[in-house]
């Protein structure tokens, strides 16, 4: 059915099994200090190895150590690997890696980096080092500190250290090299508008940068060691933000479809062998790594499909690989049927089930585990300190530890509540062999994930429970029994199980307003119980809470029910705080009513969502309610820019006065508190506190509301103990 997709291909005089590529995803702290690959990097790559992907990307991999200052941290150490100069040390973890991929005949290309530029680290300017860019730039995250442009001394040494790294990779067995041209990291910024300004040199010429990189690979590594080139073939951001914003923003520069497609001719013609394209930078960082609001393959026909339309007009023999939102095998297959790319690309589909070549080529489809576009996981965790890893997958990032075996002793296992950390919890109880019981009050598995899956922009969360009920329905068959509709009691639990895990989620928190009594309001999950029901007499509707649920909610009811308006309050100084910028940022993209969920220029809401930060509701009268804002608060509408995680010092932020607050009064028909939850841990008390001599836990939101990936990450932990 999907036989394109696992047709041969060559990449210079490469083989290759297939035409799956896995896209490069950061392997950040999975290298030791000095950025030698660890067992996890290794583990994690095999995975995907053993799936049948036929060509597997690295992470980005620095090669300007010493020249751009972002990418170091204390005493010289580093967070990502690396592969630059001469060190055998460094070398013999990634010999390691390429042997062990070529076992299961998957080719590897090392993605090296020039950098980061201006969206790196702010951090070591206040360490003195004085950060640099392609031009006079603001940085990304902290627009007070300027990054001065790199001296063509500088960017030489850059070109010769790419050259250095390659044979270095070369030598170690690696296959080719995936140059990181794209995404607004310092490639990209000394090879486009609005970043590379500069009016004397050699690297005046925005192409030279990238053609001097790739001559300098070839004349080391040779003419057939191949190179990949990633490029936006746009940054998109007039097509984002539009006209006032681009011009007042952005100064009006980026480069063009038309200047990336000559941009690419010539990088074939110095000796790029394929090209991977998307679209966008940090500035619209939901276009490079596209969320789950998004549908299927936004912009492969755009990006992709036009570059193999002008190779094919230019007669340029370059596969082009597609990549965006292609999980879904149909979609993937469709790209190289109809000729719109040679290859296709996955990155989170692969993370979240390192099987899926496998599984399609098998005849399997419905059995894989399909991304939910979260990103908490994959991106944010390692914004965070962590290292990727997945929502739906516990054991991505985790290979090399977290290892499934048999149970000693088989025991009775019940599971009460089969929300995502419930379900994962039975499944992974059920393959070591135990004898489960799943039990749910209801008549859906999935718990939040159900109710958030009523939504449409939260399609891809839709698939993954299709995916979760096939999985729950294969165990049946090996014992699994499942009751809905079924809410046991203390009793029959202690005298019929000898290991109970509680995962009874949460109850609603409605905040206590005065005169609350005076407009009809609800919470959030009683509104999407009720499948987002609206009375039509309702045209103003005030959303309290602008967490992730709030400002979803906002966005799927301004689809939804296009005449009314919609006005959320906020306590803390930003929206969607601890959100990632990718999904924040698309957010309020679409609350601005700018943006669309399939890339169209038709937006997704007709009238733009209002928001209120630093407030909080004070009162409820009569059509109305109160609100308490902060004079000073934050225009909370800024995709273009990101939140500083809570442990990096902003010396720029301005403490808000609390005192200095100002009375609003907000026209409202009907209210929804988007406000949190409590944890529903009454059950695991009572059986804590009885006289149960077996096994009991509580995991996921009965423990601590929080996110799915703390969920099913505690319930595998735990049902692996067991």
């Known amino acids: 059915m999907y036989k394109e997709l696992f047709s041969p291909l060559k990449i210079g005089k490469l083989n290759l099994k297939n035409r799956i590529v896995m896209a490069p995803m950061g392997n950040i702290n999975m290298a030791d200090p000095i950025g030698r690959p660890l067992q996890k990097m290794i583990s994690y790559f095999e995975e995907r190895a053993k799936g049948g992907t036929g060509l597997i990307i690295s992470g980005l991999v620095p090669v300007s150590f010493g020249i751009d200052p972002t990418i170091s941290e204390d005493n010289d150490t580093t967070y990502f690997p690396r592969i630059d100069g001469s060190s055998r040390t460094r070398m013999s973890g990634w010999r390691d890696l390429v042997s062990i991929l070529h076992s299961y005949d998957s080719k590897f290309f090392i993605q090296l980096t020039a950098g980061l530029g201006r969206v790196g680290s702010p951090e070591c300017a206040l360490k003195l080092k004085l950060p640099k860019s392609a031009s006079f730039n603001r940085n990304f995250y902290l627009p007070a500190i300027p990054h001065f442009p790199f001296t063509d001394m500088a960017i030489k040494k850059i ?75 746009t940054q998109g951001l007039e097509f984002t933000y539009g006209k ?3 011009q007042k923003r952005f100064m009006g520069m980026e480069r063009t479809i038309e200047e990336g497609l000559e941009f690419c001719k010539e990088l074939y013609k110095a000796g790029v062998d394929a090209f991977d394209v998307d679209k966008g930078c940090y500035d619209n960082w939901f276009f490079p790594h596209p969320p789950a609001y998004f549908k299927d393959m936004p912009y492969v026909e755009e990006m992709a499909g036009s570059l193999k339309k002008f190779f094919e007009k230019e007669n340029i023999k370059a596969p082009v690989i597609a990549v965006g939102k292609l999980g879904n095998p149909e979609a993937a297959s469709d790209v190289l049927k109809n000729n719109t790319a040679d290859m296709i690309m996955l990155g989170r589909p692969l993370l979240a089930d390192p099987y899926w070549p496998e599984k399609v080529r098998t005849g399997k489809a419905d059995q894989i585990v399909h991304c939910i576009g979260d990103q908490d996981a994959c991106i944010q965790s390692f914004i965070l300190g962590g290292h990727p890893c997945c929502s739906i997958n516990p054991y991505a990032g985790f290979e090399d530890v977290k290892i499934l075996k048999p149970a000693d002793k088989i025991k009775n296992v019940a599971v009460v509540g089969a929300g995502p950390g419930g379900c994962e919890a039975a499944i992974t109880a059920a393959k070591r062999g135990h004898r489960v019981t799943l039990f749910e009050k209801g008549k859906n598995i999935g718990g939040q994930f159900y109710l958030a899956s009523k939504m449409e922009i939260k399609h891809d969360v839709k698939i993954y429970l299709n995916n979760l009920e096939n999985r729950l329905k294969a165990l049946q068959e090996q014992g699994l029994e499942i009751k809905l509709n079924t809410k046991p009691s203390k009793e029959e639990l202690i005298s019929s199980f000898d290991s109970i895990i509680c995962a009874t989620g949460v109850k609603p928190l409605v905040l206590n307003i005065e005169g609350l009594e005076n407009i009809p309001y609800t919470d959030s999950r009683t509104f999407l119980e009720k499948n987002l029901e609206l009375d039509e007499k309702y045209k103003k509707i005030t959303i309290i809470g602008g967490g992730i649920v709030g400002c979803e909610l906002a966005c799927e009811m301004g689809a939804k029910y296009k005449d009314i308006e919609i006005t959320i309050i906020e306590m803390e100084k930003d929206l969607m705080k601890g959100v990632v910028q990718a999904n924040r940022g698309m957010l309020l993209w679409l609350m601005m009513g700018l943006g669309s969920t399939d890339n169209s220029k038709n937006p997704l809401i007709k009238n733009p969502v209002k928001a209120y930060t630093s407030s909080k509701a004070v009162e409820v009268r009569q059509n109305s309610v109160l609100i308490e804002a902060n004079k000073k608060r934050k225009d909370p509408f800024t995709p273009w820019h990101t939140l500083i995680p809570e442990n990096i010092h902003n010396p720029f932020d301005k403490k808000l006065n609390i005192s200095d607050t100002e009375k609003i009064e907000i026209d409202t028909d009907f209210i929804i508190f988007a406000t949190g939850a409590l944890s529903e841990n009454s059950l695991y008390s009572e059986i804590s506190n009885s006289d149960f001599k077996g096994d009991i836990f509580t995991i996921g939101d009965s423990r601590e509301p929080a996110s799915g990936w703390q969920a099913i990450t505690s319930a595998n932990d735990v049902a692996r103990f067991i």
């Open 159 to 233: 070109v010769k250290s790419f050259g250095q790294s390659a044979i270095n990779a070369k030598v170690c067995g690696a296959d080719g090299i995936h140059l990181h041209g794209h995404e607004g990291y310092l490639m990209d910024q000394l090879t486009s508008l609005p970043w590379n300004r500069r009016k004397f040199g050699r690297y005046k010429n925005r192409f030279q940068f990238a053609i001097d990189i790739v001559k300098e690979i070839k004349n080391i590594c040779g003419k057939d060691f191949p190179v990949i080139y990633r490029v936006d073939l």
């Open 244 to 246: 006032e914003i681009f």
